[in-house]
């Protein structure tokens, strides 16, 4: 086989390491959507926020400093202390888990029964909140984000695999930092699955996710599942704005992976999360499989954006509810 | 969105919204928001802090205070274009709209309303020429003179001979990252390497297709247009695929700290090309922390002081306020206009002595400006990246470029527009 061909290969492997990253995303849209019908504009501003809060404790950075300094006159910035990645992973969980508390008391409470519209403008609200409260608590300066997972091509998996294509071939290029994404997602969607088949919380989510008023007369607490399912949703971005921040630094950019999950959604639908998982491996290989066959050699490169969208719309028009989405028939 | 900065802004609000005073009124185009904002809000503080200087230490210019107004772009260009037509009419003398998108925009609009424009080291290159472009400059450099040095660079390091190398431009895929294609099309006729473009699209988080094909490709060396999030993603890539950082070489908006940091140790090595010096080991910085710092004036919390972002927002502040400063000498008169502004920039010139006594000794060249010459010298230098150190060291002089093949480019591209609209040479 001539390197070309193993080259392809290698972009087909990248391509489904990059979907899983894509679906990381997806996730946390599809959990909140399933279980409420709300679109989360939120979600990639919890990714950020999540990473910022992270990288925070990390640094032992004070909240709020430039804000402290500026009404109190101070100069403080920093505790003097750093903090292990496991303590800080779990403090910025339990800053998401309150945030999901927040949300819940402050917005939602507020907005039983109203149309999908109404929550979704408000998610969008919550957004550029989110944007400017996390700028002010942890500064919008570009942060290093390093808990300890290895970054760069997989030495053995080069070594091993570069007498395949002869002289011209250096072996498959896979991210050490991707592998352990894809570990990752595969344990997250199966603890996922699990828990809302196996466990009571779980089939109430599930209940609430078919029918709201059913649910409720049962005696299922909305307002309980609502801070769980954002809850859950805070830590699929939790574990996004990790991955996605190791890759390139904690900055404002980290929130607009975002755009990369929603043709995941269309494609994979909104309500399943087989179905981001599976979404998300087709776009990122579509997307770098075009790229490499078409896109670079005959259109001048950077195509992956666009033909994410339109490979989605071409799902679309077959299968408008995703490949996985619930088909919802409404009776006038 | 700091708490400083608001305060300053609704002072500054307050300010416009009060009568008419004789200030001299400084719009700065920022982006302290939005994807853009890492590189953004260095440079701002850089630009608010030397305005808030100038009127704390010195009382603003030749007596008239300054009126420094900000706008946010988020470097949008459409909001770009907005914040010119909010601002225009406070008086603004000159606009540095710190965007390339918004720059070709404001072209026109600026030429018509007799206002300058100096887009340094950004903007349409072309510009250069001032026969044709009367009211835009882009000294001290452009973006043709940016990918010469990276070809004479590559070419020191070779020994002058270069043909048969591959080399590829990794850029963002937006009008400035496509500037430099047609000058290093012509450079790779001329010295017989192979050119491959790569483009990133916004915001560029996502590289892993181009980085697999350098890596496929083995290019001798790669150079980069980049901004925002693309940078620190384009190093990470490169570190990953163990592309050698020496070969690496971004343009002067790709080398700032924000975009090395990320990568950690994995950037050691990295270079970029330089329109000034970097670090703070100037005497401005003792009157910064006197006047402005200590007093608690700062524009931002104080840890982009020092960077290269924030030392080119000073940069180009000082370069504005020296031009009218010279207005003030040739029109005679304390509160100047726009026009008096376009004139003084036309007739620019600085030097070792003047920058010395601005406190900035040794930071950038001497250049003088003219009718013809809207672009200044076209110098750049190279620093590169030390991790463990976390600072940038220059590690060449300020370099000539290939005027030869730029000054040729520079005038197709300006008569092109010049015929588009009708404009004559105006320089005689």
Redesign the interface.
Known sequence: MPAEFY?GV??FL?GLM?GVMYSLVALGFVLIFKASGIFNYAQGIMALFAAMTLVGFQEGQIPF???I???F?TEV?HFGWTMPAFFAILFALGVMLLFAFLVEKLILKHLVNQEPIILFMATIGLAYFM??FG??MW????????IGIP???NFWIEENTAFLGGADF?GF?L?TLDIYATVIAAVLVTSLVLFSQYTKTGRALRAVADDHQAALSVGISLRSIWVIVWGIAGFVALVAGIM?GS????????S??AL?ALPVLMLGGFTSIPGAIIGGLIIGVGE?MF??LI??PLL???T??WFAYMLALVFLVFRPQGLFGEKIIERV | ????TL?VGAVTALAVASPALADLTFPNLTY????Y??NG?PYADGYADYMTLLNERDGGIGGVNVNYIECETQYNTEKGVECYENTKGEGSLVYQPMSTGITYQLIPKATADGIPILSMGYGRTSAANGKVFSHVFNYPANYWVGASAVINHILDLNNGNIKGKKIALVYH?SAYGKEPIRTLQELEKKHGFKLS?????H????Q???W??I??ERPDYVTMWGW??MN??AI?EA????YPMENFIGVWWSGSE?DV??A?D?AHGYKSLAMHNTGSDFPIYADLKKHVYDK?LAAG?G??SGQVLYNRGLYAAMLATEAARLAQKMSGKADISPADMRDAMEAFSIDEGRMAALGLPNFAPSFSVSCENHGGPGLAAIQQWDAKAKKWSMVTDFLETDGEVINALIAEDSSAYAAENKITDRCG
């Open positions: 080259y290698e972009v990248n990059a400093a430039h804000l300094n500026a009404v006159g910035h944007e400017g700028d002010l500064g919008s300066n570009v942060k290093k984000l390093d970054q760069g091509g250096y290029y991210d996605w890759k390139s630094g904690v900055q404002f950019s980290l607009l992976i990369k770098k790229e490499f896109g670079a001048g490169g950077a992956e954006n | 969105m700091k708490l400083k305060i302290r928001t939005g994807p904002a890492v809000i895929n473009l790569l483009p990133v699209d915001p560029g988080q996502e892993k297709s181009q697999l094909q890596r496929r925002g999030v620190p993603t990470q570190a990953n695929i163990r924000g940091l990320p950690g994995a608690g919390d840890s982009s």
